[in-house]
């Protein structure tokens, strides 16, 4: 019986207390710019389409709690992609311009080329199409690489832990071949879903001996190689201050064989430091490419972060690490208006101030909390 109290996470009743937005709110309409109480903008939207995946990554979904005992989510209690679209439309509205779809693992999710055809087909305030891109770990990446293309998928980001089979291999727990990650990869190229990036989460101890190999493999493919710090993301998997090896010293180990140079951020609110690699005069090499940095444990990005996350069940999270979300499904399903709605969101943003990362570190106050965070595989990264 003890080690079933230490398995089983009561992520289902947890999420079923979590409240509901107060309402109906009073109608407003949106005026397509929406800041928080830091005065960060409302810019990127993260959707998890399902808390399933195929994998069992240690640090996302280690197999001794989500084992065949897990209970998921039932379908009843999913947004329809109708919802997901509804709700995205007055993201959108409030200055919302990318979407990225997540998991769990989201071509898990059946038809999901239909969802990613309906949010193709908004536009922002401007009359501009959304930025729609999708996180997946590569696994059904090469069958479905083609038709993601079709239904308006504009690129998509591959979790790759290490290119070495046995290493790769023991990180997902699954026995999964990287072979066949790598061919996604291949086959999502070959689609157009472009630029491609590459997440490698790198924990120290288990997986930083593929640091070089990967920048090597990756450099001058096109492909954005983007190593991220091991994070304290949910309770389940066990983190610890010691495992994350700070992207400083990972950009050294680089340097030290690739020499490298920092570029400038792209866009506001980035969370990658990019590094490109240098010619033979000091100069970044365009056709070799670079390297991105996510310091999210050494080095806090809250003061920027733009980001909003909606749940697979439609809870609204304002942060990665937040313990709570709001219910924006219950009015979904208790026939809001969609100005009451976009309201709702306003609200809640409105009201954000999050900055757990900067708490943290030190670099700011910190505030009392409850519960425990909620997990990554329920939210996406």
Same mark, same amino acid.
């Given at each position: 019986?003890?080690?079933m109290?230490?398995?089983?996470?009561?992520?289902l009743?947890?999420?079923?207390?979590?409240?509901?937005?107060?309402?109906?709110p009073?109608?407003r309409? =949106?005026?397509? &710019?929406?800041?928080?109480?830091l005065?960060?903008?409302?810019?990127d939207?993260?959707?998890?389409?399902?808390?399933?995946?195929?994998?069992?990554?240690s640090?996302?979904? =280690?197999?001794?709690?989500?084992?065949?005992?897990?209970?998921?989510? =039932?379908?009843?209690?999913?947004?329809?992609?109708?919802? +997901?679209t509804?709700? *995205? /439309?007055?993201?959108?509205?409030? !200055?919302?311009?990318?979407?990225r779809?997540?998991?769990?693992?989201?071509?898990?999710?059946?038809?999901? @080329?239909?969802?990613?055809?309906?949010?193709?087909a908004?536009? *922002?305030?401007?009359?501009? =199409?959304?930025?729609i891109?999708?996180?997946?770990?590569?696994?059904?990446?090469?069958?479905?690489?083609?038709?993601?293309?079709?239904? !308006?998928?504009?690129? &998509?980001?591959?979790?790759?832990d290490?290119?070495?089979?046995?290493?790769?291999?023991?990180?997902n727990?699954?026995? #999964?071949? &990287?072979?066949?990650?790598?061919r !996604?990869?291949?086959?999502?190229?070959?689609a157009?879903?472009g630029?491609?990036?590459?997440?490698? &989460?790198v924990k120290?101890?288990?997986?930083?001996?593929? +640091?070089?190999?990967?920048?090597?493999?990756?450099k001058?493919?096109?492909?954005?190689? /983007?190593?991220?710090e091991?994070?304290d993301?949910?309770?389940?998997?066990?983190?610890?201050m010691?495992?994350?090896?700070?992207s400083a %010293?990972?950009?050294q /180990? +680089?340097?030290? %064989?690739?020499?490298?140079?920092?570029l400038?951020?792209?866009?506001?609110?980035?969370?990658a430091?990019?590094?490109?690699?240098?010619?033979?005069?000091?100069?970044?090499?365009?056709?070799?490419?670079?390297?991105?940095?996510?310091?999210?444990? *050494?080095?806090a #990005?809250?003061?920027?972060?733009?980001?909003?996350?909606?749940?697979?069940?439609?809870?609204?999270?304002?942060?990665l690490?937040a313990?709570?979300?709001?219910?924006?499904r219950?009015?979904l399903?208790?026939?809001a208006?969609?100005?009451q709605i976009?309201?709702?969101?306003?609200?809640?943003?409105? /009201?954000r101030?999050?900055?757990?990362? @900067?708490?943290?570190?030190?670099?700011?106050?910190?505030?009392?909390?409850?519960?425990r965070?909620?997990?990554m595989?329920?939210i996406?990264?």
């Amino acid at each position: 019986m003890a080690r079933m109290s230490e398995r089983v996470m009561p992520l289902l009743d947890r999420r079923r207390a979590a409240p509901a937005v107060a309402g109906p709110p009073l109608a407003r309409a =949106p005026e397509g &710019v929406l800041t928080d109480t830091l005065g960060r903008p409302l810019r990127d939207l993260r959707i998890s389409v399902t808390d399933r995946c195929n994998f069992r990554c240690s640090y996302c979904m =280690p197999k001794h709690i989500f084992d065949h005992e897990h209970r998921y989510l =039932p379908h009843s209690a999913l947004l329809s992609f109708e919802e +997901i679209t509804r709700l *995205t /439309r007055q993201f959108v509205a409030h !200055g919302v311009q990318k979407i990225r779809l997540t998991g769990g693992e989201p071509l898990l999710r059946k038809n999901i @080329e239909t969802l990613i055809e309906q949010l193709a087909a908004l536009r *922002t305030p401007q009359g501009q =199409p959304l930025d729609i891109t999708l996180t997946t770990n590569g696994s059904l990446l090469a069958r479905k690489a083609a038709a993601l293309k079709a239904a !308006g998928l504009k690129r &998509v980001t591959v979790s790759l832990d290490g290119l070495d089979d046995a290493v790769f291999r023991s990180m997902n727990d699954v026995d #999964f071949p &990287v072979a066949e990650v790598l061919r !996604g990869i291949e086959a999502a190229a070959a689609a157009g879903l472009g630029p491609i990036k590459v997440n490698m &989460v790198v924990k120290r101890g288990t997986n930083e001996q593929e +640091i070089l190999p990967m920048a090597r493999h990756f450099k001058g493919s096109g492909i954005v190689l /983007r190593f991220i710090e091991y994070m304290d993301v949910g309770s389940s998997n066990g983190w610890r201050m010691d495992q994350v090896l700070p992207s400083a %010293e990972l950009v050294q /180990r +680089i340097a030290n %064989e690739l020499p490298l140079l920092p570029l400038e951020a792209t866009a506001a609110g980035e969370t990658a430091e990019r590094w490109g690699y240098a010619d033979a005069s000091g100069q970044h090499d365009p056709d070799a490419g670079e390297i991105g940095v996510i310091s999210s444990v *050494t080095q806090a #990005f809250c003061r920027d972060c733009n980001r909003a996350r909606l749940s697979t069940e439609g809870q609204l999270y304002l942060c990665l690490f937040a313990s709570q979300g709001h219910d924006l499904r219950r009015l979904l399903r208790t026939e809001a208006s969609d100005a009451q709605i976009a309201s709702a969101i306003a609200a809640l943003w409105q /009201r954000r101030s999050e900055r757990y990362s @900067e708490q943290r570190a030190g670099l700011a106050p910190a505030t009392s909390s409850t519960g425990r965070r909620i997990e990554m595989s329920y939210i996406g990264g």
